[in-house]
């Protein structure tokens, strides 16, 4: 079974403070896509990474980050400068083969999300 | 263009009324989601079409029926729902099967008196 945890329910920051949202996942099988999504008050998720559980490489993408380490289970996100814009809730999500749909095919399509971490920045 | 397109977004329905939400994709797009979430959680997911044929039903209610008429649309029919159906309803499209970004509409708030 898939599962994702994201142990903080809900951080609060002074805009400028850098803040780290942690991701842990626990799957069987060794190919699998880890997520990171935002969810701002208007309700779209907006999707901000995708990585494979082949490709350990730490990506930087202007004020975000991320650290993926098959070797703990954990694909954390941090946001450095962090700004009143960034305030949502980020949920970690995972894809992963093995599950068997109803249809009876296995299917990458479902997502395990987290159950999110709600970030608030305070000007 | 990572659109998608949801109507409308907030709906209030009585339990004996029938209505539909709609979904709009036109990104070439094989597989669309369902998905429901209530507030302060993830969301959960409903349906998925595979090549407009369905693929995964996570034991839905029959209340809630979904469609795919065409590879670019997505319907979810809505008969005799329950209070604790209110939602929002979030639509979402993928290019099958390989772990695939799931690009998610804005919504349907749903209500049910």
């Known amino acids: 079974a898939q599962k994702v945890t994201q142990a903080q329910t809900e951080i609060s920051v002074v805009e400028k403070e850098d803040v780290t949202l942690d991701c842990v996942y626990e799957?069987?099988?060794?190919?699998?896509?880890l997520f990171w999504y935002k969810q701002p008050p208007s309700g779209e998720l907006v999707f901000l990474i995708r990585?494979?559980?082949?490709?350990?490489q730490n990506e930087i993408s202007g004020r975000y980050s991320w650290n993926f380490q098959k070797s703990t289970s954990s694909f954390n996100f941090t946001i450095t400068a962090s700004q009143v814009v960034d305030s949502a809730v980020y949920f970690c999500?995972?894809?992963?083969?093995?599950?068997?749909?109803?249809?009876?095919?296995?299917?990458?399509?479902?997502?395990?999300f987290g159950q999110g971490t709600i970030l608030t920045v305070h000007p | 263009d990572t659109e998608v397109t949801q109507t409308p977004k907030h709906l209030v329905m009585g339990m004996t009324n029938k209505k539909s939400l709609k979904c709009e994709q036109h990104?070439?797009?094989?597989?669309m989601y369902w998905y429901k979430q209530k507030a302060k959680k993830p969301p959960e997911l409903m349906f998925v079409?595979?090549?407009?044929?369905?693929?995964i039903n996570e034991s839905v209610p029959s209340r809630f029926s979904p469609e795919c008429p065409n590879s670019s649309l997505l319907n979810l029919h809505l008969h005799a729902l329950q209070p604790e159906d209110s939602a929002l309803y979030l639509c979402?499209?993928?290019?099958?099967?390989?772990?695939?970004?799931?690009?998610f509409g804005a919504g349907t708030r749903l209500s049910v008196l």
């Open positions: 799957t069987r099988d060794t190919t699998y896509y």
């Open positions: 979402a499209s993928s290019q099958p099967p390989r772990g695939g970004i799931q690009y």
């Open positions: 990585r494979n559980s082949f490709d350990e």
């Open positions: 999500a995972l894809s992963a083969p093995g599950q068997l749909s109803n249809a009876g095919g296995t299917s990458y399509g479902k997502l395990t």
């Open positions: 079409y595979s090549y407009e044929k369905l693929s």
């Open positions: 990104m070439g797009h094989r597989a």
